[in-house]
């Protein structure tokens, strides 16, 4: 993977640089000190990862991380705690803090690699356009179709796909699913569930029901959800 370092302050960048060279599947592509310069070298190179500082001459790293495009994994290195919910809120892969040891930067390394293994659900229409996904699950890809799920079950760093004639249990956070389920008919309806809202078949204002299973509706997802179903 290319990493870009995008760091104003020269011993933190050769920290950075460091740790970037002892992990083989690294490579660094480039250093720079402004977002300007950044700027021009996503444009003009392949990059994965982006380590970003957020306190950068003119225009700050959390101004510059809202023009560019959700396909980096972006690592804010900073030593204020106190960005770290805007940063997540922001989608940020991982928030490391000044001064920076080996072992933190490894673990967010780690969060690139299982944030990757979103690509193993595949999604792709066959012949007669019927939507369908591929799963990662006990050394294999299963094939489900969109139309058969009924509603997807958080369970911390996996979840559960509850289809027509089967269960599949994948490693993905529930957060990460609507980078992968490319389809409109999923709504998040609570924290630990997303539903098939072809398949509802009742709601309130404190549950939403499917295939004969009432699901909790949280609060923060009310008025969404009742738009949604309402049409």
Known sequence: MNCLIVEDEHLAADVLRDYIEQLPGLTLT????NVLKASEKLRSS?????????N????NGLEFLKTI???YHVILTTAYH????????????DYLLKPIEFSR????INKVHEKNKVADVKTTVDNTARKFYFFNTDKKNVKVFADEILYIESLKDYVRVHAKEKKIVTKIPIGDLGKVLDDERFIRIHKSFVV????????????????????????????????RLKG
Request: hydrophobic residues 45%.
């Open 30 to 33: 480039g250093i720079c000190d």
């Open 69 to 71: 495009s959700g396909k």
């Open 196 to 227: 098939n809202s072809e398949k509802v078949t009742a709601f309130n204002a404190i549950q939403v029901e499917v295939g004969g299973i009432a699901l909790p509706l949280g609060r923060t997802y009310k008025e969404l959800v009742e738009k």
């Open 46 to 54: 392949h990059i994965d990862i982006i380590f970003l500082d957020i």
């Open 56 to 59: 950068l001459p003119k225009i």
């Open 105 to 108: 930067f490894l673990q967010a």
């Open 82 to 93: 106190e960005y770290a919910l805007e940063g997540f809120n922001l989608n940020v892969t």
